[in-house]
């Protein structure tokens, strides 16, 4: 499975972003995705994932303010990203499994996406 993160860009606090995510290759094998964000020196940090059987489960830090959502029919999984603050700043990933048991951490993930840059000045 091959995935190409796009949306990234620079705003200010307050304001809102959408990550998209397309999955192509061996999508049909896919059972768990996610998204993770990462700064320099820190591991990734777990944003939100979907579970094998459908349940999104968000990190304290962004509950409340970011939804995950996916189309099954154009491989894609999406971030929207509202009341943006300086400290979501970082490199946003996603990433997909095909366990049927889910993922509990970033390591057990078999794919991710490159990357892209989300930065959110003061």
């Known amino acids: 499975v091959e995935l190409v993160e796009s949306g990234g860009g620079s705003v200010q606090t307050g304001g809102s972003l959408r990550l998209s995510c397309a999955a192509s290759?061996?999508?049909?094998?896919?059972?768990?995705l996610a998204w993770y964000r990462q700064t320099p020196g820190k591991e990734r940090e777990l944003v939100a994932t979907q579970s094998p059987s459908g349940t999104i489960t968000y990190g304290q830090s962004v509950e409340g303010r970011f939804t995950m959502s996916s189309d099954s029919r154009e491989y894609k999984v999406y971030l929207q990203m509202n009341s943006l603050k300086p400290e979501d700043t970082a490199v946003y990933y996603c990433a997909a499994d095909r366990s049927k048991y889910g993922v509990g951490n970033a390591a057990d993930f078999g794919s991710w996406g490159q990357g892209t840059q989300v930065t959110v000045s003061s």
């Open positions: 290759g061996e999508t049909w094998c896919i059972r768990t």
